[in-house]
């Protein structure tokens, strides 16, 4: 077999070996075959044979317009006699180019591998001078293409109902040699829309205009939410589009995510894969699509919990995607000492550690289109950690940050159990520092990720000792003073938000400050004194959610306080005599001094009701504050709900009477909400 370069890997792999007489083989075929039309649905299917032990694993990229894309990461095939198979199925709604597709098939085993690469090219859908739009497979979002502009120009599309009733929507702009073709989404079921491009150079040229009607929505298929609009909005909010996203913990109904105006009515939704496979809507992305943390299996026959980061489309497309298998064989070559598999650990001692899956959020707001994501590890530590009374092994769950580049390889990690990074001359998080409510997790126990190390010589429960729940970048401040940003940590189960030396890649990792309510025994101190200028009983956060720095960290830190410590150190609990302020959830932004260590309340508004976890918070473009009170019993309705509320900051402190909300939807329990102009627009945070 002839050597072939291999164009088409980067980082660890760039090395891998193609010898003379290489142990694996592989071939590569497009069904339809090349030209199609952009939007047509296209399988490219390896098969690879292999003389070592397997098995043989396969990394798909693209290649077009001058850059290299890794689209789908190692991940083994499926073995039928002596031949290993994989398969990874491409929607191109970007760019009309020809392209070549390439594959990677590797026995890690052996270190041995092979490469193939074919030619493929997408045509457009416009050949005149008149856009051409089309269905897609999700009922709500169309496919428009527009005649080819000049290199140089912007193009966008406007769209709008046909009655005219609503103000019309307008996509991100895209420079006109990267593509006219748009995912048209934002629209509602059964419902005729018109639309057209706009060219945009010195003025504005506007294409003929086309309609286009959405299906129905598929209630037959998809388990569809329904809301209540609680408080109308005023006409006009500039915020006209919310985005849910769904964990109904015991209920056992997975919803999609969609998206409802103000009155509670879809315009758009998202099915991962089946029922059987839920998602974290990690975060919105500019221009359309969303990062999410999918349950699929990956590389552990036994696990589908969380192995999956994927991009996807408005459509429901996957554009790219990584899993926990080919994240731990990155981890493990970089050195890291808690990254490897956890899969074949069957008698875990003190010492033994490993990564088991995606949780709670990825950013993408990283320089260079790098993104950052967190993993849970787990680490087995001596008897007695934590006060574990067992008199056996206690397995602590911990976090990893890893950051991606551009082509989803891992650059940069960062270790809560890593000895090595220090917190004022300290190990940065001492495991002896137990979590205030003390928190645990079991093999199945809902709530947590999958759990692998706990058996019969290890104590019955694991102690789920951080849970981070968000991450946000916090970008250098123009003084010259710092070359780079950080990243900001929001640890649920300590009560405290971390900022950690990222530097863009050149950090140490270390903690640079800690902020959260002072020293109760059981925590580090914190680093910030907080100005309790509302004078309440009870200043500081805690179990908060969806930590960001809002205007690119020129704004304040917002964040939905749950108040799970809080409420839990009420004297009669949650009982009659519990004042709505030490039993509600509020919704936070706080001004940062790292100057001064101060901590300052901008608002801390009574949001009227208690969840005990997720939720999600965001100042708008008009000045008011986004809450997602996302899991609140209500007896009456024997069930938990949420609710999306828009807050006008006039009243600011919970003792001044309820947040006057300008805007308020209910529905079922979810994990996290985004209110913002379109699906184009999302938050900055």
């Given amino acids: 077999m002839p050597t072939r370069t291999l164009l088409f890997l980067i980082g660890l792999f760039a090395a891998l070996p193609a010898p003379a007489f290489a142990q694996v083989g592989v071939s590569l075929k497009a069904t339809p075959a090349s030209p199609q039309p952009i939007g047509k649905r296209i399988t490219f299917t390896a098969t690879a044979t292999d003389t070592g032990t397997g098995p043989v694993a396969f990394q798909f990229r693209i290649q077009g317009a001058g850059t290299i894309t890794m689209v789908k990461d190692f991940l083994p095939g499926t ?78 599309v406007v769209f709008q109902e046909e009655s005219g009733k609503v103000p019309a929507t307008v996509t991100n702009a895209v420079e006109c040699d990267q593509g006219t073709t748009f995912e048209i989404a934002g629209m509602y079921p059964s419902t005729a829309y018109n639309m057209y491009a706009q060219t945009i150079s010195r003025g504005i040229t506007n294409s003929p205009t086309v309609t286009f009607k959405t299906g129905a929505l598929p209630t037959a298929t998809v388990p569809f939410p329904t809301f209540t609009a609680v408080t109308n909005a005023p006409a006009g909010d500039p915020n006209p589009v919310i985005l849910h996203n769904f964990i109904t913990y015991g209920t056992g109904m997975i919803y999609p995510d969609v998206a409802t105006d103000l009155a509670g009515k879809i315009i758009w939704y998202y099915y991962a894969n089946d029922a059987t496979h839920s998602d974290v809507l990690a975060r919105p992305l500019h221009g359309g699509g969303n990062l999410t943390l999918q349950d699929d299996l990956a590389w552990d026959p036994t696990v589908t919990q969380g192995q999956y980061l994927r991009q996807v489309d408005l459509a429901g497309n996957i554009v790219r995607e990584t899993n926990m298998g080919a994240i731990q064989q990155e981890l493990t070559v970089m050195g890291a000492a808690d990254g490897g598999s956890c899969t074949g650990i069957t008698d875990p001692t003190v010492g033994t550690a490993c990564v088991g899956s995606f949780h709670h959020d990825a950013i993408q707001t990283l320089p260079n289109g790098y993104l950052a994501a967190l993993l849970d590890i787990e680490r087995i530590y001596p008897a007695g950690t934590q006060g574990d009374t067992s008199g056996l092994p206690v397995d602590i769950i911990g976090d990893m940050i890893v950051v991606l580049n551009a082509n989803w390889q891992v650059v940069w990690y960062w270790d809560s159990f890593d000895p090595n990074n220090n917190y004022q001359g300290y190990p940065q998080l001492p495991v002896s520092q137990t979590a205030p409510l003390g928190e ?89 004194t907080f100005a309790n200028i509302y004078n309440d009983p009870w200043y500081w956060f805690s179990h908060q959610h969806e930590v960001g720095m809002e205007n690119g960290g020129a704004g304040p830190m ?46 801390s508004f009574d949001l009227g009701a208690y969840s005990t976890s997720m939720g999600s918070a965001q100042l708008l473009s008009n000045g008011n504050y986004f809450f997602t009170n996302p899991m609140v019993f209500v007896l009456a309705k024997d069930g938990t709900f949420a609710y999306g509320e828009e807050i006008d900051p006039t009243n600011p402190a919970p003792q001044t009477g309820p947040a006057d909300v300008v805007m308020d939807v209910s529905g079922p329990q979810q994990y996290r909400g985004w209110q913002m102009p379109s699906l184009y627009a999302p938050p900055t945070t």
Wanted: with cysteine; glycine share 10%.
């Fill in 79 to 156: 073995l039928s006699g002596s031949t290993w198979t994989s398969s990874f199925v491409w929607v191109p709604t970007g760019i009309e180019d020809a392209y070549k597709i390439g594959v990677v098939a590797k026995d890690f085993a052996t270190g041995r591998g092979d490469v193939r690469t074919i030619h493929y090219r997408v045509k457009p859908l416009a050949t005149g001078s008149t856009p051409v739009v089309e269905k897609t497979t999700n009922p709500l979002v169309a496919l428009f293409s527009a005649p080819s502009c000049p290199a140089g120009d912007l193009m966008q």
């Fill in 440 to 528: 645990t997790c079991g093999t199945s126990s809902q709530g947590c990720p999958p759990v692998f190390l706990l058996g019969p010589n290890i104590a019955p429960m694991a102690h789920d000792w951080l849970r981070a729940n968000s991450l946000c970048y916090w970008p250098a401040p123009e003084d010259g003073n710092t070359t780079g940003g950080d990243i900001i940590f929001s640890s649920r189960h300590q009560d405290r938000i971390y900022k950690i030396d990222y530097q863009d890649g050149a950090g140490t990792g270390n903690i640079l400050w800690q902020m959260g309510p002072p020293d109760d025994g059981l925590l580090q101190p914190s680093n910030f």
């Fill in 558 to 603: 917002t964040l939905f306080d749950n108040g799970d410590t809080r409420i839990s150190a009420a004297p009669l609990g949650l009982g009659a005599a519990c004042s709505p302020y030490d039993c509600d959830s509020r919704g936070m932004a706080l001004t940062v001094d790292e100057s001064n260590m101060t901590v300052t309340p901008v608002v």
